[in-house]
């Protein structure tokens, strides 16, 4: 059928491929948390989080009312959590983060996918701080700061760009937060989570290593053992 077809039917199956590792990963995390408490989300902060955010990613809410309800049937199922270092293309550096029922597969496929692309394993995470991610619609950013300081919350920072309110905070201070800016009348977070953030950005200026960089992040970004990525290209 031509070199046409073979692309689109590529691109198309990728695409599947992203979009079922999405929900993979979506479910583990929402059983994961529903399993770690009270199976509702107004009683339990992990879950209500996890909810949010892969509701912000365009997960479905079957995906989503599936997992609960595994939960709550008391499934004995598990995973495990781990994390993984690696250089890449072009002098990028990676964490990892997975959620699996088996690791040996986990660091088997993610190793596989980096040496694929001309990385390696290594140690990188100190180019990264841990931060409480808040992101959320607002226009009053000195607010939210003073707010927050008020509320004895180790702020970082507090951004505001295009309407959208950034705000970074010490991972021990990241419930504590949401509670604080939940009870300045935040009902939806486009971002609610822990992340890993560079301490300085690159750019891949070379074509053939932002080609494999691109690459990589598509082949990690299919693997259902795969949790969360993180990296410091912009």
């Known amino acids: 059928m031509g070199r046409a077809h073979e692309v ?5 199956a990728a695409t599947a491929a992203a979009r079922s590792a999405l929900f993979m990963r979506a479910s583990k995390e929402i059983y994961m948390a529903a399993k770690s408490g009270e199976p509702d989300p107004d009683m339990n902060l992990a ?10 990613q365009n997960v479905t809410k079957d995906v989503i009312e599936r997992a609960i ?9 598990s995973y495990t ?22 690791t040996n597969r986990a660091l088997t496929e993610i190793r596989t996918a980096i040496t694929k692309k001309g990385g390696h394993l290594g140690t990188v995470a100190y180019n990264f701080t841990q931060y409480g991610v808040l ?6 950013r000195d607010e939210v700061e003073e ?36 009870g300045m009348g935040v009902k939806e977070f486009d971002v609610a989570e822990i992340s890993y953030i560079p301490n300085e950005y690159i750019e891949i200026s070379d074509p053939e290593d932002r ?7 598509d ?16």
């Not at 002098?91 to 699996?100: A, G, Q």
Request: hydrophobic share 35%.
């Open 81 to 102: 959590s781990g994390l993984y270092e690696a250089f890449g293309p072009g002098n990028s550096y990676f964490i990892i983060e997975s959620l699996t029922d088996n």
């Open 211 to 217: 080609r494999k960089f691109d690459e990589l992040c």
């Open 69 to 77: 309800q595994k939960a709550k049937g008391g499934s004995a199922e």
């Open 47 to 56: 879950l209500r989080s996890a909810i949010e955010k892969w509701k912000g």
């Open 135 to 140: 992101a959320f619609k607002g226009n009053n």
């Open 8 to 12: 689109r039917a590529k691109a198309m």
């Open 219 to 234: 082949m990690l970004d299919e693997l259902q053992d795969v949790q969360n990525v993180y990296h410091n290209v912009k």
């Open 147 to 182: 707010t927050l300081i008020l509320g004895d919350v180790d702020v970082n920072s507090v951004t505001e760009e295009d309407g959208v309110i950034e705000v970074l905070v010490s991972p021990t201070d990241f419930g504590k937060a949401r509670d604080v800016l939940s």
